[in-house]
């Protein structure tokens, strides 16, 4: 009877590190799709001209300007609160227009940096992501308590470029850019084991679980894109 139980809890501990190496597998899959989405979109807009239409002839945002910038929150909103009634349909469709919004939005750094330095810059947040993914989904340390210190970190910086949006500090630029780094480094990491733990649980069977594979790749989507984001601050080089 022992070793019958015991082979039980073996096949289930088998069976839930599969489930959640599969459902991290379609929620980074996801999450690289939208990176794409965001990319080739925001290329786009820059090589063609379409980013123009962003700004007033003075040079301060347009409205389809304010309307672009802000959308990605809209549907951000809309993704968590419509969650139970959308279907899995309707919930990636979201977030590809998201990933398109971002992108559209994110079209002016080729114009104000080197291609170059973003290409450098990519590759650098890709190594880092693929890091701290890896010590996330591995690690046997219970990363849920920095998480609400990472978050708190996160309200802070927010807090700080609004100030710093209205004093326009250089130094305190580069201090920003630091600190978001360095919270969206550990995010990663954070996530990614939050997505395991997910995973292990849910599978990918039924539409709820696709659904969630959805949303955890905007989390860890939004990670990439911040972490990319500042440290183009303090690396890129402007044209």
Known sequence: ????????????????????????????????????????????????????????????????????????????????????????????????LFSACMGASLSYIFLVYTMGSIAQVFLITCGTFAVMAIIGYTTDTDLTKFGSILMMGLIGIVIAMVVNWFIGSERLDYIISVIGVLIFTGLIAYDTQKIKNLGASVGLE?????????????????DFINLFL?????LGRRD
Do not use: C
Request: charged share 15%; aromatic share 14%.
């Open 206 to 222: 039924g539409l709820n679980s696709r659904k969630l594979a959805i949303m955890a790749a905007t989390s860890v989507y939004l």
């Open 1 to 96: 009877m022992e070793k019958e139980n015991l082979l039980d809890r073996l096949e289930g501990a088998a069976e839930s590190r599969s489930m959640a190496k599969d459902f991290t597998a379609h929620v980074f899959s996801w999450m690289v799709a939208g990176l794409a989405v965001t990319g080739a979109v925001a290329w786009y807009f820059a090589s063609s001209g379409m980013w123009q239409s962003l700004y007033s002839e003075s040079g301060g945002m347009s409205l389809a300007g304010w309307i672009v910038t802000l959308s990605p929150f809209a549907f951000i909103l809309g993704m968590n609160f419509a969650f139970n009634r959308l279907s899995a349909t309707g919930i990636t469709l979201l977030f590809l």
């Open 230 to 234: 500042f440290l183009l601050r303090l």
